[in-house]
């Protein structure tokens, strides 16, 4: 929120370069219109609301504040607050049609269903996470807030949806934001009711790591839409509770996962 009203105050008193300290994304040369634009919503703007704000996300944490004209209570803007080095930084602001998080929790008759075909149904999502020039294959293999030990990650659940035969998608554009080149995380349980051997079939877009209780057992990094074939991983549950993560990169456009398991 400092970074927020930071850069409006910027904005407000015409200052280019405290504008440009708490700004995340380079700024052209030529500010001047720029920062007119910016202080004139800011006299327009107000906060209309935000999730829990994280103590210490890991670096490249996407926040939202939702923005509102004085007086509605429709949300106008959607501004992304990026977390670096122990500072938040102001993205680029998404419009109402884009990036707006959606809470929605999957039923429990959508998920039954789909779980009777052996797709699991029950996710939470975390992220986007983005950094400084860096594209999606750059992303796969540094570790974020999930990956990270002493990280405060913000996890919240995510719905599912029909994609063409499959019955449990997860969009990540309506769960994390439509973020090009960010990695996002999904996690899940999956309860064994003995020790046993399974396949899991993976469908992402785009590539897409996976740990089953900690250790790492699948791992693509790709461009690519949801395939028809998935990527296959045969492993070994316990029995009880067993923790599935999905890191899943986006390279343009749509960023979605889907997981089956067989046995």
């Not at 103590?55 to 939702?66: A, E, K, R």
């Not at 400084?132 to 719905?159: C, M, Q, T, Y």
Request: glycine share 6%.
């Amino acid at each position: 929120m400092t970074a927020l009203l930071t850069c409006l105050g910027s904005a407000i008193h015409k200052d280019k370069d405290l504008y440009v300290k708490s700004k995340y994304t380079k700024q052209p040369q030529e500010l001047q219109g720029y920062v007119e634009q910016v202080g004139y919503w800011a006299n327009i703007l107000e906060v209309l609301s935000t999730p829990e704000w994280p103590n210490n996300p890991g670096n490249g944490y996407v926040h939202p504040i939702y923005l509102s004209r004085r007086g509605s209570l429709i949300c106008e803007f959607m501004q992304p607050i990026v977390y670096e080095d122990g500072k938040w930084y102001v993205h680029n602001t998404k419009s109402q049609f884009e990036g707006i998080r959606k809470f929605e929790k999957p039923t429990l008759q959508e998920i039954a269903a789909a779980e009777a075909k052996g797709y699991l149904a029950n996710w939470e999502a975390a992220g986007p996470y983005i950094q400084r020039d860096k594209k999606h294959n750059e992303l796969f293999d540094i570790p974020f807030g999930p990956e990270l030990p002493d990280a405060d990650v913000p996890w919240h659940p995510v719905s599912i949806k029909a994609y063409e035969q499959h019955p449990a998608y997860v969009d990540l554009d309506e769960a994390l934001m439509n973020f090009d080149q960010a990695a996002g995380y999904l996690r899940t349980e999956i309860i064994s009711d003995r020790e046993k051997t399974v396949q899991l079939e993976i469908y992402t877009d785009d590539g897409v790591k996976a740990w089953l209780n900690g250790k790492i057992v699948h791992s693509n990094n790709i461009s690519r839409g949801i395939q028809e074939e998935p990527d296959t991983v045969e492993v070994t549950l316990k029995k009880g509770t067993n923790y599935l993560m999905l890191k899943v990169t986006d390279d343009v456009v749509s960023w979605g996962a889907i997981v089956r398991l067989q046995e």
